[in-house]
């Protein structure tokens, strides 16, 4: 987890609004996830989609194919599992599958 100092409440932008580039890393928006896409690399056709069309960019990528899902982003939006061309995602309830980041 990254190392930052949590603002009180009358310090945070009006709204949430994040003021600076380059944030993403320092929060950690996982865990405001309800549901948990499992990613089958043996159903995989490494096609893209699913790190084309996700929000977060949450698919850890190494030469041109997916590695993996970055849980510490992933709000659990399910685009990727339904994007899907081969049903390779497949979207479970938080904390019912025992596959960690
Ligand atoms: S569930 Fe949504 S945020 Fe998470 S990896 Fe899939 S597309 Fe990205
Ligand atoms: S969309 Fe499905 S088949 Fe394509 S790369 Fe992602 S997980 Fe693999």
Known sequence: MAEFE?????????????????TPELNETGDWRSNRPIFDEDKCIQCLLCWSHCPDASFYIEDEEVQGIDYDHCKGCGICAEICPVDAITMVPEGEDSEDE
């Open 6 to 22: 949590l603002k009180k409440y009358d310090e945070v932008p009006i709204g949430g609004v994040v003021t600076g580039g380059a």
